[in-house]
Nanobody, 123 residues
């Protein structure tokens, strides 16, 4: 069983930055990709981006492209989301997830999920 734990959320002012982390633990961890999603109250879970765990390629949603950057540290089984130029509409619970499916953005294709970390951007 794989466990994912996010950290790094908090309160930040508009225009500020935050870096989220996601640590994987459990049996041998070898996903095809890991991703970041967010979900606000009453909203569907929104895809933000993925990183291929093997070749390190990234894909981003248009809503965050140029502001958010996903990186990973395979040796420590860590995933990161650097968020810059934050806006109030970025306020949400942020989740990391892992999948064995190539090039997917669908939440249903991600097998493992963290518990989420709250990010609040004040205006």
């Amino acid at each position: 069983q794989i466990q994912l734990v996010e950290s790094g959320g908090g309160l930040v002012q508009t225009g500020g930055s935050l870096r989220l982390s996601c640590t994987a633990s459990g049996r041998t961890f070898s996903p095809v990709a890991m991703g970041w999603f967010r979900q606000g109250p009453g909203k569907d879970r929104e895809f933000l981006g993925t990183i291929n765990w093997i070749i390190n390629s990234t894909t981003y949603a248009d809503s965050v492209k140029g502001r958010f950057t996903i990186t990973r540290d395979n040796a420590q089984n860590k995933l990161y989301l650097q968020m810059n130029s934050l806006k109030p509409e970025d306020t949400s619970v942020y989740y990391c997830a892992a999948t064995y499916i190539v090039q997917t953005r669908l939440p249903g294709d991600f097998l493992y999920w963290g518990q989420g970390t709250q990010v609040t951007v004040s205006s």
